[in-house]
């Protein structure tokens, strides 16, 4: 009696170990799956080939699926959010997928996958011949006889349906239910993040469709090749820090054989400022008279928040001699009205969205090397001797430009001797950081001016190579423009 009593505790025992061994092993299992899952998801947030890696991320956690449950065939149906096939993976040896893809895209909403489907839970057959929730086609050359089918679902919404097959009854049981549910909770998870991901790209890739599409338009406001005229070199550069810029330069041609170089900042960066760039570039145009209109007419009176200096007008209020003694020239004077009027047509129609810009716009006469200005705000230009000396800094003569109607601007005039090099530049320039967050300076830009300069490109060349270098791998922080404009010698 004893003897059978204890025979019993050892077989209870034994059943209880044999238990826990099996929950162990499906725990282990749970784990292993879980374990891919994961190391998949990794990698798929950390590489480009999004698409690409994510199919196979699925195929590899389909195969993983049937090795845990041993199961001979399997499938993994990825859905779109109305409920069709949106893409279809076999497991390997599997013949005529494209013929099964068609099968299933027409019996989706029949059979175990329709009712797994609608019920938005596992549905298992143990035996395909006593359950009619199982569709036997024609001439199927294999025969199931155990199937599983679980819905990836996540917050409600179904992502796709794995299925596991076997041509043996009482296959799948309660203990692969519990391991594919624990499988499809994880991989909705990941299609999740997947689907939001595939909308990001969607709409980064518009984004960045739209952006390229407002550079190239931006671009084309600039000069596509930079002006010269005779006796004189001029050099730009222009290296925005985003897809759009608020910087910009511009050199273009006046009447009576003058020149208008224009260098400005517009604040702000990004797409709203390279919106304004693009007003205020066109603005100095039309009203510099670069670009004529039709029944547009300057007054004397426009005069009236220009000063020249020195100060000597006729009666109608126009200036009659400059710096140097000489008779002004009267189309740098029209041209230069463009700042007052540019201040005040931005100023009174877009003030309330705070956009101005610091612009220096000079004009320039070639035949004798006279230059008028006015500097908006801007950064000085300097004027270099031959020996790179600092002969000049033109300073501002005036507010930013759209900040409040009716400003006042002074204009100026200096002049290029023969060697002379005329640089304006943002700062962008002086401002740019390294990756220790310091400036590249003004001291260090002056470092830059040695003497012996013949070239206003090579001039620009080895101020960027300067920039670039203090800067080495730190994120360009803003837009880097420059001009050069400079007087050749008597004998070039």
């Known amino acids: 009696m004893i003897e059978d009593e204890q025979e019993t505790e050892l077989h209870r025992e034994l059943q209880r170990l044999r238990r826990q061994v099996a929950e162990m092993a499906m725990e282990k299992a749970a784990f292993e799956v879980q374990r891919k899952l994961l190391e998949g998801f990794i990698a798929i947030a950390r590489s480009p080939s999004h698409t690409e890696l994510l199919n196979n991320f699925l195929r590899q956690t389909l195969e993983t699926s049937a090795e845990m449950t041993r199961a001979e065939k399997g499938s993994l149906f990825l859905l779109t959010p109305s409920g069709k096939i949106q893409d279809a993976i076999l497991t390997r040896g599997d013949t005529d997928p494209d013929g099964r893809f068609r099968i299933f895209n027409t019996i989706l909403d029949k059979g175990l996958a329709g009712w797994v489907c609608k019920n938005r839970k596992i549905g298992l057959v143990t035996d395909t011949q006593e359950d009619d929730r199982w569709l036997q086609f024609p001439e199927q050359p294999y025969l199931v006889r155990s199937a599983l089918g679980i819905p990836i679902l996540r917050r409600g919404e179904l992502f796709g349906l794995l299925t596991l097959l076997h041509s043996q009854p009482n296959h799948f049981g309660f203990d692969e239910m519990s391991l594919m549910q624990a499988m499809a909770n994880q991989l909705g998870i990941v299609l999740e993040n997947a689907q939001l991901y595939g909308q990001l790209q969607h709409y980064s890739a518009t984004l960045n ?36 810029a608020g910087d910009f330069y511009d050199i273009f041609a006046l009447s009576g054989g003058q020149v208008g170089l224009i260098i400005a900042d517009v604040c702000d960066k990004g797409v709203g400022a390279a919106l304004f760039m693009g007003l205020f570039r066109s603005l100095i145009r039309i009203f510099s008279g670069q670009t004529n209109l039709e029944g547009l007419s300057f007054r004397a009176d426009l005069m009236a928040n220009l000063f020249v200096e020195p100060t000597e007008l006729d009666e109608d209020g126009l200036p009659l001699s400059g710096h140097f003694g000489e008779p002004i020239n009267l189309t740098h004077i029209n041209a230069l009205r463009a700042i007052r009027l540019t201040n005040d047509y931005i100023a009174i129609n877009h003030g309330d969205l705070g956009m101005f810009a610091t612009l220096f716009f000079g004009i320039l006469d070639p035949e004798r090397g006279i ?15 031959r020996d790179g000396n600092v002969r000049e800094e033109l300073k501002g003569t005036g507010p930013a430009l759209g900040l409040l109607p009716g400003m006042t601007y002074r204009v100026r005039q200096t002049y290029l ?30 470092s830059v001016l040695q003497p012996g300069r013949a070239s206003a490109q090579v001039l620009l060349q080895d101020i960027v190579a300067r920039v670039m270098e203090h800067a080495i791998d730190a994120e360009q922080f803003d837009d880097i423009t420059a001009i050069a404009v400079r007087r050749k010698e008597r004998d070039e």
């Open 417 to 446: 001797d023969f060697g002379d090099i005329l640089l304006g530049y943002t700062d962008g320039i002086t401002e740019s950081r390294a990756l220790d967050d310091s400036f590249f300076s003004y001291e260090k830009l002056l």
């Open 371 to 385: 230059l008028t200005y006015i500097n908006s705000g801007h950064e000085p230009p300097l004027l270099l001797d």
């Open 209 to 244: 469709a739209e952006l390229e599409k407002g550079r190239n338009i931006q671009i084309n406001f600039l000069p596509d090749r930079i002006p010269q005229w005779p006796g004189w070199e001029i050099a730009a550069f222009f290296q925005p820090a985003r897809q759009m």
